[in-house]
């Protein structure tokens, strides 16, 4: 652990947010311990780097990073555009960033740094050069660089078990319900989730696996699930999806003016959105529905 670059951030933010070395040590430790923690000379109980972190406006994780992540701008750039060639399906620009990072040693030498590489290598691999078996093994490498087996899955593990239930839904549904449970569980046993949203794209993918498998009303209870979760998040992210998932399952069970009703919120909801794509096919689906009542 880097106590120096710990305490150097720590100083840096408390300066930028006009507080005195005084003011900031109130209620936590004294002044003179805040001055030997930014000098780098001491390193703080957990629960008083917590504090500081409230106080500063960050998350407590953010100084372990730093004390243990060198050049932590650089890899927070990296992960940055990779997540957005990611989400946009730009796969061959995200492989040459993954090739370029490879070989450097912020990566090659840090396991949870090359867990990123790998997590994205695996995504090239199945939707690229359609490689299902490499891709599985290189997202369950990327996973046990950091996990240890027994333990509860951390964030990033959850998230590339996510990558893996959404490949098994297009190649093998029964296994991605397993990868999909198992996720869940751990979900359960997580204490805290720094991005809430993993918990919404679980919900997501799992109803979309049960309704594959003609089993709409467990389908339709974890929509439910995932439609609370979002409004207690106060989030749109995914809200119009699920409530579109129970008017789909609706409509399997042949109730359409119940699948016109939900299909009609989730149009809202994507029209806050701005997304017309979805909007023009629900439309139609809705009209379709609709001369059936």
């Given at each position: 652990?880097?106590?120096?670059?710990?305490g150097n951030k720590i100083k840096e933010l408390r300066k930028t947010s006009g507080l005195s070395q005084e003011e900031l040590s109130q209620g936590i430790c004294t002044q003179a311990q805040i001055s030997?923690?930014?000098?780098?000379?001491?390193?703080?109980?957990?629960?008083?780097?917590?504090?500081?972190?409230?106080?500063?406006?960050?998350?407590?994780?953010?100084?372990?990073?730093?004390?243990?992540?060198?050049?932590?701008?650089?890899?927070?750039?990296?992960?940055?555009?990779?997540?957005?060639?990611?989400?946009?399906?730009?796969?061959?620009?995200?492989?040459?960033?993954?090739?370029?990072?490879?070989?450097?040693?912020?990566?090659?030498?840090?396991?949870?740094?090359?867990?990123?590489?790998?997590?994205?290598?695996?995504?090239?691999l199945y939707e690229v050069k359609k490689d299902l078996s490499k891709s599985v093994d290189t997202l369950k490498e990327a996973i046990h660089l950091t996990h240890t087996k027994g333990k509860i899955l951390?964030?990033r593990e959850l998230e590339i078990f996510l990558t893996l239930g959404a490949i098994y839904f297009k190649e093998d549904i029964n296994k991605a319900l397993e990868v999909f449970e198992e996720v869940k569980?751990?979900?359960?046993?997580?204490?805290?989730?720094?991005?809430?949203?993993?918990?919404?794209?679980?919900?997501?993918?799992?109803?979309?696996?049960?309704?594959?498998?003609?089993?709409?009303?467990?389908?339709?209870?974890?929509?439910?699930?995932?439609?609370?979760?979002?409004?207690?998040?106060?989030?749109?992210?995914?809200?119009?999806?699920?409530?579109?998932?129970?008017?789909?399952?609706?409509?399997?069970?042949?109730?359409?003016?119940?699948?016109?009703?939900?299909?009609?919120?989730?149009?809202?909801?994507?029209?806050?959105?701005?997304?017309?794509?979805?909007?023009?096919?629900?439309?139609?689906?809705?009209?379709?529905?609709?001369?059936?009542?």
């Amino acid at each position: 652990m880097d106590f120096k670059a710990v305490g150097n951030k720590i100083k840096e933010l408390r300066k930028t947010s006009g507080l005195s070395q005084e003011e900031l040590s109130q209620g936590i430790c004294t002044q003179a311990q805040i001055s030997k923690i930014e000098k780098g000379d001491v390193y703080p109980y957990a629960s008083t780097l917590y504090q500081i972190s409230q106080k500063l406006g960050v998350d407590v994780n953010y100084f372990f990073d730093i004390g243990t992540t060198p050049r932590l701008d650089y890899f927070q750039e990296v992960f940055q555009q990779l997540q957005i060639l990611r989400r946009n399906g730009k796969y061959e620009e995200m492989m040459d960033i993954v090739k370029a990072e490879l070989d450097n040693p912020l990566f090659s030498q840090n396991n949870k740094n090359l867990q990123l590489l790998l997590w994205h290598k695996g995504i090239y691999l199945y939707e690229v050069k359609k490689d299902l078996s490499k891709s599985v093994d290189t997202l369950k490498e990327a996973i046990h660089l950091t996990h240890t087996k027994g333990k509860i899955l951390l964030e990033r593990e959850l998230e590339i078990f996510l990558t893996l239930g959404a490949i098994y839904f297009k190649e093998d549904i029964n296994k991605a319900l397993e990868v999909f449970e198992e996720v869940k569980d751990h979900l359960q046993l997580l204490p805290h989730l720094n991005d809430y949203t993993i918990k919404t794209r679980h919900y997501y993918h799992i109803t979309r696996v049960l309704t594959r498998l003609n089993r709409q009303e467990e389908s339709n209870k974890y929509c439910e699930d995932g439609i609370k979760w979002c409004l207690q998040k106060d989030s749109l992210f995914l809200l119009g999806e699920l409530h579109y998932q129970i008017g789909y399952n609706m409509e399997l069970m042949n109730k359409p003016e119940e699948a016109v009703r939900y299909m009609k919120k989730a149009i809202v909801v994507f029209d806050l959105q701005q997304d017309c794509k979805h909007i023009q096919f629900i439309e139609n689906r809705i009209k379709e529905l609709s001369a059936l009542i």
